[in-house]
Every structure is written in structure tokens, then in C-alpha cells.
């Protein structure tokens, strides 16, 4: 089979070989560390206590109490947002037929498809003014 591209004569650099051993994620052998050796001076460390002191527990009083009151706002405000989606307090089932499900989904498409029209109503006319401006008027060419 003879080839449409001629014979390059020159040499390219030959290509730096990999190698199987090292430069994997994950492959690399694990560092062998070894423990640092203590001044002599020096004083071994005291374990954390095993009991915490009534300063300690009053902040983490204070802390739940905050974290709660929280919680507790953002439900409502979650809640509150719901009902402002929902005419006449209406509640929505999440067990049911497909029909019942499916009848709250219709809300959704209606409003789409009304936006789809609006859109496509403004493009008309759009062209519509063009069309004037440009054959009727001649006020400009395109």
C-alpha cells in the first residue's frame, strides 16, 4: 500500500519512556515516618478533662437554644411559603392516583403554555413592525 504523504527524513526526538512503577495516584508506597524524639526538658502532655466546667456548659446551652430558634424559623418561613402557593389553604396528597397527581402538574403546563404564547405573539408582531418599516416605508433596507 503506498502512501499519498512522503517519506519525512528528519528525525523527531525520540518520546521520554513511562514507567510502571511510580507516578500513579494511588500506587505510591507509604512514607516511613518515624516518631520525633522529645527534648529531654520536656514535660509529657496532660490528657483533656474528662468533665467540662459550667462555663462550658452554659455556652452549649446557649448554642442549642440558638441552633433550635433557627430550625424553628426556618420551618415556619418554609410553611409559610407554601401556603402563599397554595389558594384557599389547599393541601396536595403525596399519595394518590396518577389522575390526582397529575391534575396539580396541569397548573404548571397551563401557565407555561401561556408564557410560550405571550412570547411568541411579541415575536410576531416584532416582525410584523419590521415588515412595515422595511417594504411598506422604506425607511430602511436591509
Same mark, same amino acid.
Given at each position: 500500500? +503506498? ?23 494511588? &500506587?505510591?508506597?507509604?512514607? &516511613? ?12 502532655? !496532660? ?15 446557649? +448554642?442549642?437554644? &440558638?441552633?433550635?430558634?433557627?430550625? &424553628? ?6 410553611? !409559610? ?12 396528597? !403525596? ?21 410560550? !404564547? ?11 413592525? +419590521? ?12
Amino acid at each position: 500500500m +503506498l502512501s499519498s504523504r512522503p517519506f519525512r527524513t528528519e528525525s523527531r526526538p525520540p518520546m521520554a519512556k513511562r514507567s510502571r512503577l511510580a507516578g500513579r495516584p494511588g &500506587q505510591r508506597r507509604p512514607l &516511613q515516618r518515624t516518631a520525633a524524639p522529645r527534648p529531654a526538658g520536656s514535660a509529657p502532655v !496532660a490528657p483533656p478533662p474528662t468533665s467540662i466546667t459550667p462555663e462550658e456548659e452554659a455556652r452549649a446551652a446557649e +448554642l442549642e437554644a &440558638q441552633i433550635v430558634a433557627e430550625e &424553628q424559623a426556618a420551618t415556619e418561613a418554609r410553611n !409559610a411559603r407554601a401556603r402563599g402557593r397554595r389558594p384557599d389553604g389547599e393541601v396536595v396528597v !403525596a399519595s394518590g392516583t396518577i389522575a390526582a397527581r397529575a391534575s396539580d402538574e396541569y397548573r404548571y403546563v397551563a401557565r407555561d403554555l401561556r408564557r410560550i !404564547a405571550v412570547v411568541g405573539g411579541f415575536l410576531i408582531a416584532v416582525m410584523v413592525v +419590521l415588515e412595515i418599516l422595511v417594504n411598506a416605508l422604506h425607511l430602511f433596507t436591509l
